[in-house]
C-alpha cells in the first residue's frame, strides 16, 4: 500500500485481522458471551436473524456461529450500462480469430470468458505464432479486474508533480531507502519508494489501449508483421464499417487512425464490459451481508488476514475501502518472491536465460535498477481458483503447490526447489545469484528461519484454499 493508491487503504474496522495474536480473540469470545448471558434467548435469536445490529464483541461469535459479516457494508460497484458502439465494435474484435496471422488465434483462445478471461488450458505457457507453434514466456493473466489498474509508477506519485522525476531517477533514490514490511496487521507507511501499477507481469505497458498492440504483433502470440498487417485485416470486416458511422469514413481509410481506432476499441470492451468486473462473488455477497461463509471459508479468510499466519492480506488486500470500493485482492505493488524455475519451458533450455520481470528482459527501461531484479507484479486473487496455471512463469498447476510454497520456502526450501547433480540445493534458483538480496525475507510468511515450523498446518492450507473459491465470480 502506498501513496498511490489511497483507495485501497483497509477499512477501519471490518473483520479486522488479529493484530496481537489470540489472547485478544479469547477476550473477544469471553465478551461475547457475557454479552449473550445478559442478553438471554430471545436477542440472541435476533442477532442471529439479523447479525448486522449485533455489538462489536459479538462478532467473532456471530461469525463463528452463523458464518455472517458482523459488520457489512455497501459495495461501490461501476454502473452497468449497455455497451457504447465502440465497445460492441471491441467485443467483435475480441474474438475474431481473423485477426491473428494463424487466422486461428483471437484474443479469447488465450483470455478465454469461461476462465474469467485467463488460460483456456494448465499449459505452463499458450502456443500462438504464424503455425500455432510458438512458446510464450508467461503465462495469460486473467482480464478481469483491471478497470482499477493505474499507470506503472515508482511511488511517490508523478501524477502530483510539475516536472515529473524520470523514472531511472526516481529508481536511484529508491536503492538508498529501506524497504517497508507487510503485514496484514499494520496499514503500510506511504513514503517508501516501491513501483506499482501497469499492465502485463512485468507492468511495462501503462493502458488497455496500449495493450493490445503487443499480442497483434507479438511472433508468440497474433503473429502479425506489422500495424499494416493488421489494418489490411481489419479492412476485410464487415463490422467495422460502425466505426466508419461513428468517426467518419474519413478514419477507415487512413491507417494510422483505423488502427488506433480498433485498440480503443478493444479497451472500451474491457472497461464497459460488466464481464470484466461482476463483484458477484460469494465473498462480495459476504461482505455485503448477504450471504454466510462455511466454517471452512471463515477459517480461512482468518488465516488470510492473520499477520501471523498466511499474511496473506499484506499484498492481495481483502477489505473494503472506507467509501466502499470493493477490494481487489492486489495492492498493485511488485514483489520478489523467489518462485522457483520452470524447467519445462523452452526458454529456460538456456541456463544463461532469466525472466527477471522489472529489470528484463521483456521491459528494458529499468535494466539498471538491479534492486528490481526478479520483482513481478501481484496479480488479484479474484478468479484465481479458476486458473488452471500460476505465477509468472507457470511453474505451478494448483493452488496447493503455491500455498505449499508461500508456507515452506523459509523454513523448508528443501521441499521447494531442486539439487544440482553433487546434491546441492539450487535456492531461488529462476535469480542469478548476485540478485538474491532483492528476494523478499521481510514479510510473513517468508520471515522464519530455517527448519523452523511453518505456519500453516494442512488443514489451514484447505480452508485457505475453501476461502479463495469464494473469491470467484459466478
Ligand atoms: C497467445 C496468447 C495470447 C493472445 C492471443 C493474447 N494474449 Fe493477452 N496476454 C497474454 C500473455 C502471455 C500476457 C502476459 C504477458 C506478459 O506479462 O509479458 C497477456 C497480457 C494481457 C493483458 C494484461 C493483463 C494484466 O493483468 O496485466 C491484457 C489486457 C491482454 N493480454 C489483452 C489481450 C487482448 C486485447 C488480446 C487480443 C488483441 C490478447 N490479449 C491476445 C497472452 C495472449
Ligand atoms: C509480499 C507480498 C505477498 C504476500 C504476503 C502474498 N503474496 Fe501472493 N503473490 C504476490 C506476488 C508478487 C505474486 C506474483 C509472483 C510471481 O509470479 O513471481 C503472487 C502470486 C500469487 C498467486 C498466483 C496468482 C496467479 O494468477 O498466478 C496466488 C494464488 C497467491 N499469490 C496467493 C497468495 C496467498 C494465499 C498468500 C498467503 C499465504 C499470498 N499470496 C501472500 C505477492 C504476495
Known amino acids: 500500500m502506498t501513496a498511490t493508491e489511497p483507495d485501497t487503504q483497509p477499512a477501519a474496522s471490518h473483520n479486522a485481522p488479529r493484530a496481537s495474536g489470540g489472547r485478544r480473540v479469547w477476550r473477544k469470545v469471553a465478551l461475547g458471551a457475557a454479552a449473550l448471558a445478559v442478553a438471554g434467548g430471545a436477542t440472541l435469536g435476533w442477532f442471529l436473524a439479523f447479525?448486522?445490529?449485533?455489538?462489536?464483541?459479538m462478532g467473532r461469535w456471530i461469525e463463528?456461529?452463523?458464518?455472517?459479516?458482523?459488520?457489512?457494508v455497501k459495495l461501490l460497484?461501476?454502473?452497468?450500462?449497455?455497451?457504447?458502439v465502440l465497445a460492441q465494435v471491441g467485443q467483435k474484435l475480441f474474438f475474431d480469430p481473423s485477426l491473428s496471422a494463424s487466422g486461428k488465434q483471437s484474443c479469447a483462445s488465450c483470455h478465454d470468458p469461461a476462465r474469467a478471461f485467463g488460460p483456456p488450458t494448465a499449459r505452463d505457457v499458450e502456443l500462438g505464432g504464424i503455425a500455432m507453434d510458438q512458446e510464450g514466456l508467461r503465462p495469460p493473466p486473467g482480464l478481469t479486474?483491471?478497470?482499477?489498474?493505474?499507470?506503472?509508477?515508482i511511488g511517490p506519485s508523478t501524477a502530483d508533480l510539475d516536472v515529473p522525476i524520470p523514472l531511472?531517477?526516481?529508481a536511484d533514490k529508491a536503492q538508498t531507502q529501506a524497504r517497508q514490511v507487510k503485514s496484514a496487521g499494520t496499514p503500510a507507511e506511504a513514503s517508501a519508494l516501491v513501483p506499482a501499477g501497469g499492465l502485463f507481469w512485468d507492468g511495462r505497458i501503462d493502458m488497455l489501449m496500449d495493450q493490445a498492440m503487443g499480442p497483434m504483433m507479438n511472433p508468440a502470440e497474433m503473429a502479425n508483421k506489422d500495424r499494416f498487417a493488421v489494418v489490411d485485416k481489419l479492412r476485410r470486416l464487415p463490422y467495422l464499417a460502425q466505426l466508419g458511422r461513428l468517426f467518419g469514413q474519413h478514419t477507415l481509410d487512413r491507417p494510422e487512425m483505423l488502427f488506433i481506432e480498433a485498440m480503443s476499441a478493444l479497451s472500451a470492451y474491457q472497461v464497459e464490459s460488466g464481464a470484466f468486473h461482476r463483484f458477484n462473488?460469494?465473498?462480495d455477497a459476504w461482505l455485503e451481508g448477504k450471504e454466510r461463509l462455511t466454517h471452512a471459508e471463515m477459517r480461512g479468510l482468518r488465516l488470510f488476514n492473520d499477520p501471523e499466519k498466511g499474511n496473506c492480506a499484506a499484498c492481495h488486500l481483502s477489505q473494503p475501502a472506507a467509501d466502499g470500493l470493493p477490494p481487489l485482492f492486489t495492492d498493485s505493488e511488485f514483489e520478489a518472491l523467489g518462485v522457483p524455475r520452470n524447467p519445462r519451458l523452452k526458454v529456460n533450455r538456456d541456463p544463461a536465460f532469466f525472466d527477471m520481470g522489472l529489470c528484463g528482459p521483456a521491459r528494458q527501461d529499468l535494466a539498471r535498477q538491479t534492486?528490481?531484479?526478479g520483482m513481478f507484479l501481484t496479480p488479484t486473487l479474484r478468479n484465481s481458483a479458476r486458473r488452471g496455471v500460476y505465477f509468472h512463469n507457470g511453474v505451478y498447476h494448483n493452488?496447493?503447490?503455491?500455498?505449499n510454497f508461500y508456507n515452506q520456502r523459509a523454513a523448508h526450501p528443501e521441499k521447494v526447489y531442486p539439487r544440482d547433480a553433487q546434491g546441492r540445493l539450487l535456492i531461488y534458483n529462476d535469480l542469478p545469484a548476485k540478485y538474491h538480496g532483492n528476494i523478499d525475507v521481510a514479510d510473513a510468511p517468508f520471515t522464519q528461519k530455517r527448519g523452523d515450523t511453518p505456519p500453516l498446518s494442512d488443514a489451514d492450507i484447505d480452508d485457505i484454499i475453501a476461502f479463495l473459491h469464494t473469491l470467484d465470480d459466478r
Open 281 to 283: 462473488s460469494k465473498y
Open 168 to 170: 531511472d531517477q526516481l
Open 371 to 373: 534492486q528490481y531484479c
Open 399 to 403: 493452488l496447493r503447490d503455491v500455498l
Open 64 to 72: 463463528d456461529t452463523t458464518g455472517a459479516n458482523p459488520h457489512p
Open 51 to 57: 447479525p448486522a445490529q449485533a455489538p462489536a464483541a
Open 77 to 84: 460497484r461501476p454502473a452497468e450500462k449497455p455497451l457504447s
Open 145 to 153: 479486474y483491471l478497470y482499477r489498474q493505474k499507470g506503472f509508477t
